[in-house]
């Protein structure tokens, strides 16, 4: 599976997701989710997903609108 496909697919089953889109030329991750969702659990998301894809994953920037 591909980094990017992966990445989505285990965000997009987390609880509180309601979108998550990732543009292929900028190689950015957008998501929409609950008020609940933060940056906390998006970091131990990656942590999981890193585990399962033998890869780091890291957040090198979050921002909310």
Not at 10 to 15: E, R, T
Not at 26 to 35: C, K, N, V, W
Request: include cysteine; charged fraction near 35%; hydrophobic fraction near 40%.
């Amino acid at each position: 599976m591909g980094c990017p496909d992966a990445i989505v697919q285990h965000l997009a089953g987390l609880q509180g997701v309601k979108n998550i889109d990732f543009d292929i030329k900028s190689r950015m991750f957008s998501m929409e989710a609950e008020d609940d969702f933060g940056k906390e659990i998006l970091k131990r998301a990656l942590i999981d997903v890193s585990l399962q894809e033998k890869r780091e994953f890291t957040l090198s920037r979050y921002e909310e609108i």
